[in-house]
């Protein structure tokens, strides 16, 4: 995945200051096609940068703060590969905690989570289904957009084939 970012220069002008891959990017070894990217997070109050400086490598959570946010790209393997007997469930979990501290925590065994976010999602390529904690199921696919506020939830790719979406999510007071 490449990555544009823009800034100015000394006289202000608009320019590319980065062009290059995501600097933060994990193919899984524990669940392979499992995809997980990190363009471009911010931390509550901060402003935009002038020269486009990249606070990606500095994130220490992938769970923004209020007023802070993440953009994230995940690729979902088949849910098949979770009944692949070569899947180890507890590499699986170290290596989400590594690569996705703040929401790694928050993710049940069953794949649930709700995070204190409102997320902004769209699905890039192929079809995943979002399961609800009631078990309601909505099948989307390429080009669908989901307003996730802060319900628990879990992705669910249930074709043949990886499925990517693109997240970004903004840090929310918790709500009643």
Known sequence: M???VTGHDGSGRSIVVSDGPVPRSR???SLPGWVSRLPWATEPGEKATRAGEDPTPDITSLLPAPGGTRFIVLTFPPESAFADPAF???AFDREQRADSPGIAELIEPDGMHATPTVDYGIVLQGEL???LDDGHCT???????VIQNGT?????????RPA???FVLIGAEQGD
Request: charged fraction near 30%; glycine fraction near 4%; aromatic fraction near 6%.
């Open 152 to 160: 628990r939830h879990a992705w669910r790719n249930r074709s043949d």
């Open 88 to 90: 180890d469930p507890a």
């Open 27 to 29: 193919e899984f070894a």
């Open 2 to 4: 490449r990555r544009v």
């Open 164 to 166: 990517t979406m693109a």
């Open 129 to 131: 289904v979002l399961e």
């Open 139 to 145: 099948s989307l696919s390429a080009g669908d957009v």
